[in-house]
């Protein structure tokens, strides 16, 4: 099983993705992460999973632990704020970096979807990614 097989659990529009050199997207981060552990084509690696919302609605943002750092340490000037996610690096290379660039405006559609967000609505997703986690860590090979 992977990501792209769970579309049917979580739709398709759950995970932040960013594939090629230049995409982008615009979001606010709406809480603070949860960790994961995920096994995929590099062996285990723990993420960090961060609520955000889109102009699609609510989903979550996965970084590895470099990109978490710069979060961190700029938490305060970040939460609740515009964001806009570059990427830069084609698909599959390792050597791809992400820069957050502060808007001073969120896109109307972000802001639209946040203001009709409620807390609940993030405890909800985070145990749902949970729930679905717990019920493959008996089977380390479901990835």
């Not at 609510?58 to 632990?65: A, I, M, P, R």
Request: net charge positive.
């Amino acid at each position: 099983m992977s990501f792209e097989t769970c579309n049917d659990l979580f739709g398709s529009g759950l995970f932040i993705k960013l594939e090629n050199d230049g995409d982008s997207i615009a979001f606010i981060i709406v809480a603070e992460p949860f960790s994961q552990e995920q096994i995929g084509a590099y062996g285990k690696k723990r993420r960090a999973l961060f609520p955000v919302m889109t102009a699609d609605g609510l989903q979550l943002w996965g970084v590895g632990v470099k990109l978490y750092r710069s979060v961190e340490e700029n938490w305060k000037t970040l939460r609740g704020k515009a964001i806009k996610l570059v990427r830069h690096g084609e698909a599959k290379n390792p050597a791809t970096r992400y820069e957050i660039k502060p808007l001073k405006k969120a896109p109307v559609a972000v802001t639209s979807a946040f203001k009709g967000m409620k807390p609940s609505d993030v405890d909800e997703l985070e145990k749902m990614v949970k729930g679905f986690a717990g019920s493959i860590d008996s089977d380390p090979t479901a990835f």
